[in-house]
């Protein structure tokens, strides 16, 4: 995630150099042949002016559809942080030691069932970062986090036995969906802890209910991650755009040369402005419907999973709790 207010010169160019770099010998390229072998390349600007009107409601309607699935990501992550607190309260609230029937001396048990649970938001972070089939992990948005050195690649195993036993990592990292089965050793935790009497009945449902609330909220994530935006409209969308940047010169050309001499050469300023403005929109739309796959513009997932570990870790009352994840170079992971 992007945190400065203003998005630095440099990012903006490094999505877009190579395409002004074109837009401007395109143009030069078609007034030269208008110009000074008299080519009449010029055209009515009411086609031209129909399609580009067109072509904007077309990347309007996927820019919003794009960020719908963003900002639905970020709500599903924003759930997950809710009910991490609320799971780690519940914890240290319900469950007892079931041999000396105290709260207190529970402590064990807490700290398993909240570090178990530190284990799962981080295993879902990295099962969602991995790279989809469809993905573009070429793209500049890509770039931008890999040559800034911010690329989360972080392995699973590693960020498991730090939070739990290595034999129960094993077990997990064999899985096809690790997260699904470390809540699934919550559940039957907690079964355990109720036919043991440590955790009240009452207590035992609404911590149940939070399994199940984590569950739907990672199922939300992998629908987002596993079904991508549907091509037709992406696919589309850019090939109009493109279409539209081609046939645009011709049109100003007409415009610009009615002003009679080299004003012709007005063209390609003002090709480059308007291009740009729609090659922009549609890249904008192309870097924000995947919002998990280590791009500049993703879910910051790793700052919120250490969000998460810092409120259980400080509600156990541990000692040498990590710092919040800093943003580096503007971007947040």
């Not at 837009?23 to 031209?48: E, R």
């Not at 794009?66 to 469950?95: K, M, P």
């Not at 935790?189 to 009452?202: K, Q």
């Not at 250490?306 to 259980?312: A, F, G, K, N, V």
């Amino acid at each position: 995630m992007y945190t400065a207010r203003e998005i630095k010169a440099g990012i903006i160019l490094s999505f877009a150099w190579r395409a002004l770099v074109f837009f401007f010998l395109y143009s030069a390229f078609l007034c030269c042949l208008n110009i000074f072998f008299a080519l009449p390349l010029g055209i009515s600007f009411v086609p031209i002016g129909l399609i580009g009107t067109a072509v904007a409601f077309y990347v309007g309607f996927k820019n919003n559809s794009s960020y719908e699935r963003l900002w639905e990501a970020r709500r599903i992550w924003g759930a997950i942080v809710n009910a991490s607190r609320t799971w780690g309260a519940f914890t240290l609230a319900y469950v007892k030691d079931p041999d000396t029937d105290s709260k207190a001396g529970g402590k064990k048990i807490h700290a398993e069932l909240i570090h178990r649970h530190i284990a799962y938001v981080n295993a879902l972070r990295i099962q969602l970062r991995q790279k989809s089939v469809w993905g573009d992990s070429n793209s500049v948005a890509h770039s931008v986090v890999k040559n800034k050195g911010h690329y989360d690649d972080s392995p699973l195993y590693q960020n498991l036995v730090a939070f739990i036993p290595e034999k129960d990592v094993k077990i997990f990292v064999s899985r096809k969906n690790p997260a699904t089965h470390i809540m699934k050793a919550q559940a039957i935790h907690l079964d355990e802890l109720f036919r043991s009497n440590a955790i009240s009945e009452r207590s035992y449902i609404h911590m149940m209910g939070l399994v199940q609330e984590f569950y739907n909220q990672q199922g939300a994530a992998e629908r987002i991650k596993n079904f991508p935006f549907p091509r037709q409209y992406a696919h589309f969308s850019k090939m109009f755009v493109n279409l539209f940047i081609l046939v645009l010169p011709f049109g100003l050309i007409n415009e610009f040369a009615k002003l009679g001499g080299m004003l012709t050469w007005l063209a390609v300023p003002c090709y480059m402005v308007i291009a740009w403005v729609f090659y922009t929109m549609e890249v904008v739309g192309d870097t924000s419907e995947n919002p998990f796959e280590n791009a500049i513009n993703d879910v910051p997932m790793t700052a919120i999973c250490r969000t998460i570990e810092i409120d259980l870790r400080e509600m156990l009352e541990e000692e040498n709790v990590p710092g919040p994840i800093q943003p580096v170079d503007n971007i947040l992971m």
